[in-house]
């Protein structure tokens, strides 16, 4: 058996918290790098003066628009927050149906996906490439403005692991707050002109409803609080505006030699402002209120009927109304209690859930639904899709259209038997196609030769015209479209407005429009040409239906959209030209601070290379490094930002038992099936069993992960079979199953798969899900130490049938056939110790249900978001003939977990304290125990 060495010199607490943190922050960086795009695309790069832009052949041109733009505005992004940023590669991916960026920092590298998003609505009307490279080069900038003081002296250390060490004080509203400015007040677009996103804060405000500092910035589970995207760009408007153009740069500036201490970002603030974190979320509160107020009692608001009539005891919203023929309604309903389900309201108003879903877009014809969904290639994690569902209302039985496509705004025709949607290529043009929804046989396609980017297609009562939006560049347009004719006619001027969601009623157009400072539905007569106003709302209303002469829309309040129904009268309808909001724009002051002029649209002559792809694969960019006690552990991180090879050479050092180990771990990822290669020598001396070991070993193996998830679930399946070869020499002559040196030879399989549908945010676990494991090794097929084992785990996750509560059952067993060594042992119960047993089967059961969620703050030092409770039991067998022991043991548990912050810090900390019995040992184990247990989720 493998010999058990001496424990470790205990290191210090801050040794240990400090190792914790980096290890912590940094775990998740490598998944965004290993992201695999297909094998075999064709990649091209152009340089500019601080980037490079790496993109697929086929989409040139969006690669010439970003490169230029960066070429001419990179200077202008990053001037009010002064620095030069350093160099950056952007990678352009063509194969997402999301729209999306990010900035990663390990390694260090930004990817755009060139998909737009299905509706003007979410960024604003301007371009999507502009949006997108103005907000992720901004955070590229920031990166930069971080890089100084105690973040630069970590990436010294660390490499760019090191530079999360000392970025843990710094807020996330900031950092997507102020890019989010930045895409504003430098395009014709943004989410700052978008008046849907800070209408959630205005509801809040005008109601004078509770709105704390710590709760939205860290979250409730008991009210509703936009996310740090919505809050921050309040924030970081509100700074420019009041506090100056350079109160950001100085309180980075500020924050860079004092980035170790949790305040440290409030501290900077308050220097330069004048005002702390929380005093300067309550001068923005006030203010926002009193602006925000005074453009409500402006309003004059239409007469409506509300139609959801659950009562609401948590923030709820229902969107995307549509009738069905039977004037019933189907909707999209989600909260802060449930995930997001299509949901049947009939002609009594009462509801039945069909369906739970992730999609955004519904659409109703006859008695039809239909909508979309992502999807994604099995192995390709780049590789992403949006498909078409349908679905009979009465049987609420639902049925996959299309397969690997990219289709987006499906709309179902009167009588339900045909749709039209816009399906997206890898070259960034979009077409619209109207295809059969019994068949999915494409039956029509309008070619689009303009290349305008279409969006929200829609039906006329007789089927034969479709009305949409167009989109170039910055300016929009509603247009018909005749079906038989195939010909396209502009209703409205080009104009940079978000026009969305067009609804046919009579000779008119009613569609969503942000024209007049507030989310309103608008409609445009399609004969004479003049605009009017339908519906005139408090806070927002959007995403109309028509159903004869009735009008069914989503409706903003401080609990979330309610359906609304009007009658339609257009005698009572609002000119445009004669009414006069008052709208409060956070941006125009930061816009009027800079000193640039609209950016250029033009491309430049850039160069297009080849992109040699060998050239990166090596790219050393982390470091591991620590010294605990009297151990010295370094690793080196290499991976390429493709995703096609990881490498980490490791070497550890201990000083006092004069040890070292050196390792090297290999992947490639580029292959359907991935393979691994870990080679090691390791040479130990065990002072209590006066023993020099020394290990060589190499393993080699083939992962295959696959994973099938939809918007509606999630489901994964790893495999991976592995072989190795260990060469163990125990000296002087101490002798392990009777030998003192020899060769361990083990191979194995094993399997991995997990299943859950969405959970609403309360919801303690998955309201259904199955985890499962298969491990089989043996080493009987060659060397000197002969074992075999068999592990398998079956756990199943359910609704607790009471609200947010959640049930996990678990079935384990484990079996090994020791001859001359024994295996690691993988299974225990909760709560319990580590076993070095021969079999051993359990079954567990734990109920997790909610207690409270207090949302209570002790000024920065501690905010309390919930607790909860866990009430658990397991019987199981153990047995081993090496130690003679044959135990059928039980235990009972009892715990309770609170969920923090800490000192106003980012990452959630857990804290769990609990009481276990355990029953049916001969030894210590028997009896009652304590327990206490804290984790740190980054």
């Not at 060490?165 to 430098?186: C, H, K, M, N």
């Amino acid at each position: 058996m493998k010999p058990r060495g001496p424990r470790s010199p205990q290191p210090s607490l801050w040794r240990l918290w400090l190792l914790g943190l980096l290890l912590s922050a940094c775990a998740g960086l490598p998944g965004q790098a290993l992201a695999q795009y297909p094998p075999g695309m064709e990649w091209r790069e152009i340089q500019g003066r601080s980037f490079r832009v790496v993109f697929p052949k086929e989409a040139e041109s969006q690669a010439l628009a970003v490169g230029s733009l960066l070429e001419r505005h990179a200077g202008e992004i990053a001037d009010n927050l002064e620095v030069e940023p350093r160099p950056i590669s952007i990678y352009l991916n063509n194969r997402a149906a999301v729209a999306n960026g990010y900035v990663a920092l390990a390694p260090e590298y930004a990817s755009f996906n060139l998909q737009p998003p299905a509706t003007a609505r979410a960024f604003g009307s301007a371009d999507w490439l502009s949006l997108l490279t103005v907000h992720e080069y901004r955070h590229v900038v920031h990166n930069t403005a971080f890089l100084r003081g105690w973040e630069k002296v970590g990436s010294l250390f660390f490499g760019d692991y090191g530079r999360l060490l000392f970025r843990y004080s710094l807020p996330a509203w900031f950092v997507e707050g102020d890019a989010i400015l930045a895409e504003t007040q430098f395009t014709q677009g943004g989410r700052g002109r978008a008046p849907w996103f800070d209408m959630h804060y205005r509801s809040l405000l005008v109601n004078d409803l509770e709105l704390e500092c710590y709760p939205a910035r860290f979250g409730s589970y008991r009210h509703f609080y936009p996310n740090h995207y919505h809050l921050g760009y309040v924030l970081a408007a509100h700074g420019r505006a009041w506090h100056g153009a350079d109160l950001w740069a100085n309180v980075l500036r500020a924050n860079a030699w004092r980035s170790f201490w949790p305040y440290a970002f409030s501290l900077s603030l308050k220097k330069h402002s004048g005002l702390n974190e929380r005093e300067f979320f309550e001068e923005t509160r006030q203010r926002l209120r009193e602006q925000w107020m005074l453009q409500v009692h402006e309003l004059d608001m239409s007469i409506m009927e509300q139609k959801n009539e659950a009562p609401k005891k948590f923030w709820t919203s229902y969107e995307q109304p549509q009738y069905l023929q039977n004037h019933q309604v189907v909707v999209l309903k989600s909260g802060l209690d449930q995930p997001r389900q299509i949901v049947l309201l009939d002609e009594r108003n009462q509801e039945t859930v069909l369906r739970t879903t992730r999609t955004e877009h519904l659409s109703a014809g006859g008695s039809m639904i239909c909508w979309t969904e992502s999807t994604r290639h099995p192995r390709w994690e780049r590789e992403t899709y949006s498909d078409i569902y349908l679905m009979e209302a009465e049987e609420g039985k639902a049925r996959r259209l299309t397969r690997r496509g990219r289709f987006f705004s499906p709309s179902l025709s009167p009588e339900g038997d045909r749709l039209a949607a816009i399906r997206f290529k890898t070259n960034g043009q979009c077409d619209l196609v109207v295809m059969e929804t019994a068949t999915g046989k494409t039956l029509w396609e309008y070619p689009n030769l303009e290349n305008y980017l279409l969006r929200n297609p829609c039906w006329d009562p007789s089927g034969q015209k479709l009305a949409l939006t167009l989109h170039q560049g910055d300016l929009s347009s509603l247009a018909l479209l005749n079906l038989t004719t195939g010909r396209l006619r502009l209703l409205t001027d080009w104009k940079p407005v978000a026009y969305d969601e067009p609804q046919f009623y009579q000779q008119y157009i009613i569609f969503n429009s942000p024209e007049l400072g507030l989310d309103n539905l608008h409609a445009i007569d399609t004969v004479r040409g003049i605009e009017s106003m339908v519906i005139r709302s408090k806070f927002g209303a959007a995403n109309a239906c028509v159903l004869e002469n009735k009008l069914v829309f989503q409706d903003y309040g401080p609990l979330g959209y309610d359906l609304s129904e009007v009658e339609l009268r257009p005698q009572g309808w609002f000119s445009v030209r004669l009414y006069f909001p008052n709208p409060v724009l956070l941006f125009d002051k930061a816009a009027q601070q800079e000193k640039s002029a609209a950016f250029a649209s033009e491309a430049l002559p850039f160069q297009v290379l080849e992109h040699r792809a060998a050239k990166d694969l090596l790219n050393f960019h982390s470091a591991f490094f620590n010294l605990l006690g009297n151990r010295l552990d370094l690793t080196a991180v290499s991976e390429d930002a493709l995703g096609r090879m990881t490498l980490m050479p490791a070497y550890s050092r201990d000083f006092r038992l004069q040890t070292s180990t050196l390792s090297l771990f290999a992947r490639w990822n580029q292959s359907y099936l991935r393979p691994g290669l870990r080679v090691s020598t390791d040479d130990r001396r065990l002072h209590d069993l006066d023993l020099d070991w020394t290990e060589q070993s190499a393993r080699v193996s083939l992962d295959l992960p696959l994973n099938f998830s939809t918007g509606s679930q999630t489901s994964s399946l790893l495999a991976q079979v592995g072989a190795g070869l260990t060469r163990y020499s125990f000296e002087p002559g101490r002798e392990f199953f009777g030998r003192n040196s020899g060769r361990l030879a083990p191979a194995w399989v094993s399997l991995s798969f997990g299943w859950q549908v969405p959970q609403a945010l309360r919801d303690l676990g998955p309201r259904r899900g199955v985890r499962a494991e298969v491990l089989a090794q043996t080493s009987a097929l060659a060397g000197d130490f002969r074992a075999s084992q068999l592990s398998a785990s079956l756990q199943g996750l359910l609704w607790g049938g009471l609200p947010n509560t959640s049930l996990r059952l678990k079935a384990m067993f484990e079996s090994q056939s020791v001859e001359s060594y024994l295996f690691s042992f993988r299974q225990s119960v909760a709560n319990g110790l580590p076993r070095y047993l021969e079999q051993f089967r359990a079954l567990e059961a734990e109920y997790h249900f909610p207690i409270l969620a207090p949302d209570l703050s002790l000024g920065p030092v501690l905010y309390l978001k919930r607790v909860w409770g866990s009430l658990g039991g397991a019987r199981w067998h153990e047995s081993t003939r090496l130690f003679e022991l044959d135990y059928q043991a039980r235990s009972a548990w009892l715990r309770l977990d609170f969920e923090t912050h800490l000192l106003a810090l980012e990452a959630p900390v857990v804290f769990g304290l609990g009481i276990a019995e355990t029953r049916g040992f001969d030894s210590l184990e028997n009896g009652t125990r304590f327990f206490f247990h804290t984790s740190l989720n980054f």
